[in-house]
């Protein structure tokens, strides 16, 4: 919901630091692997009990989602090297997304397993429902250019990336309210899903 903003804001800070990093000879490939070890490593310390230490790393982690596109857009290669990189972003990103909950469901099952599966699962449908979403419209050469330039397709919702990594920080920072914030942000996450369903039945049908 708040993404569009959010990238008019930080947009000029994150091109200004890719084209530092790419002009280190660093890739945006190497810098999306970098943030996706931070996050393996924020699971990590969450499993251990070690919430602000997760928190530190996941922080670390969506930094560098956000610079490797600045790098990418830098001048990174050509353009098999932008379609490799979109597709390691994309990937990576889910693969962090189910990381984090299924962390804290490991490091209290007892409390966390129910709210926590439930949100891995809407989790699952509102990713298909975006992807499949994004190869539909592709075909129609749809763009976002507000959203800054992407490899898919980004459909607007009330769950963005954005509200996730809100809610993940809130994990950390409150993780005796894992549960309740996991419920809230399930239900939200589903009328996101839900939207992309009518859009997707006005716009393919």
């Known amino acids: 919901m708040f993404d569009r903003s959010i990238r008019k804001l930080i947009d000029p800070a994150l091109n200004a630091i890719g084209q530092s990093i790419a002009r280190r000879g660093v890739s945006a490939n190497a810098v999306t692997w970098i943030g996706f070890s931070c996050g393996c490593l924020a699971a990590l310390a969450i499993l251990q009990g070690a919430f602000y230490v997760g928190l530190l790393f ?3 982690s969506r930094s560098c989602d956000g610079v490797d596109g600045a790098v990418a857009r830098a ?3 050509n353009s098999q090297g932008s379609d490799l990189g979109g597709f390691l972003d994309i990937v ?4 962090f997304y189910g990381l984090i909950p299924f962390a804290f469901i490991l ?3 007892s409390n966390n397993a129910v709210s926590g599966s439930l ?3 809407v ?3 509102n990713g298909a ?3 499949t979403y994004a190869l539909m419209v592709e075909k129609r050469g749809l763009k976002d250019e507000e959203r800054g330039e992407k490899s ?3 459909t607007a919702g009330l769950a963005e990336g954005s509200e996730t990594i809100f809610v993940f920080v809130l994990f950390c920072l409150f993780p005796q309210w894992f549960s309740l914030l996991a419920y809230g942000f399930s239900a939200v996450v589903a009328i996101t899903t839900i939207s992309r369903f009518a859009l997707a039945y006005r716009l393919l049908k």
């Open 58 to 60: 996941l922080l670390l």
């Open 75 to 77: 001048g990174d290669g």
């Open 92 to 95: 990576l990103d889910f693969a």
């Open 107 to 109: 490091a209290d099952p």
């Open 119 to 121: 949100l891995l699962l």
């Open 123 to 125: 989790f699952y449908v």
């Open 129 to 131: 429902s975006f992807l």
């Open 152 to 154: 898919l397709l980004y």
